[in-house]
T-cell receptor, first 114, second 115 residues
């Protein structure tokens, strides 16, 4: 009954540090997504994975990389964090083939880069 | 760049009143229009959704109105309650994204319902 699980919930990084945000879903969904949420900007797509083994850039991919480790897990990596990457990051999953057009979101990771 | 524009940015409504949030999109290549509700510290959750072949969909106190010719859709919350206080996002799925399910989100509306 977990849905989409994101870790960590909070993180403070220094400029230039790297980190990986983890995401796992237990709904057997085919597609997974990473969004960032900033005030007044809504949710902007960073990267997505339509299916296991594929990844594609979204609207704001610069400074990020992703890995679709398996069907359950989709990680987001910041190689050299910058203050502009301070944001709340959400992972989501869906599967239109199952009739799940709507996303299931995780609870988010609040990242601060100082 | 396909866009979805949402207004107003914030909204204050008295308990029992009607909350109305509007969204507009810039091209016709969308085939699914969901609304999400987000409480502080939580991820967004699907509230209600509509397809372009339907002009209105109602679920309890929540109604989506869709105007295909005007490229606009709106969320109406009837008999608004303090528990409805949250941020609301509209979204649209580009046609042809049936294999990806990608969504483009509006900027969000923060709703406050006063007791």
């Amino acid at each position: 009954n977990a849905g989409v699980t994101q870790t960590p919930k909070f993180q403070v990084l220094k400029t230039g540090q790297s980190m990986t945000l983890q995401c796992a879903q237990d709904m057997n969904h085919n597609s997974m997504y990473w969004y960032r949420q900033d005030p007044g900007m809504g949710l902007r797509l960073i990267y997505y994975s339509a299916s296991e083994g594929t990844t594609d850039k979204g609207e704001v991919p610069n400074g990020y990389n992703v890995s679709r480790l398996n069907k359950r897990e989709f990680s987001l990596r910041l190689e050299s964090a910058a203050p502009s990457q301070t944001s709340v990051y959400f992972c989501a999953s869906s599967d239109r083939r199952q009739g799940n057009y709507g996303y299931t979101f995780g609870s988010g990771t609040r990242l601060t880069v100082v | 760049q396909q866009q979805v524009k949402q207004s107003p940015q914030s909204l204050i409504v008295q308990k029992g009143g009607i909350s109305i949030i509007n969204c507009a999109y810039e091209n016709t290549a969308f085939d699914y229009f969901p609304w999400y509700q987000q409480f502080p510290g939580k991820g967004p959750a699907l509230l209600i959704a509509i397809r372009p072949d339907v002009s209105e969909k109602k679920e309890g106190r929540f109604t989506i109105s869709f105007n295909k010719s005007a490229k606009q859709f709106s969320l109406h919350i009837m008999d608004s309650q303090p528990g409805d206080s949250a941020t609301y996002f509209c979204a649209a799925s580009p046609h042809g994204s049936s294999n990806t399910g990608k969504l483009i989100f509006g900027q969000g509306t923060t709703l406050q319902v006063k007791p």
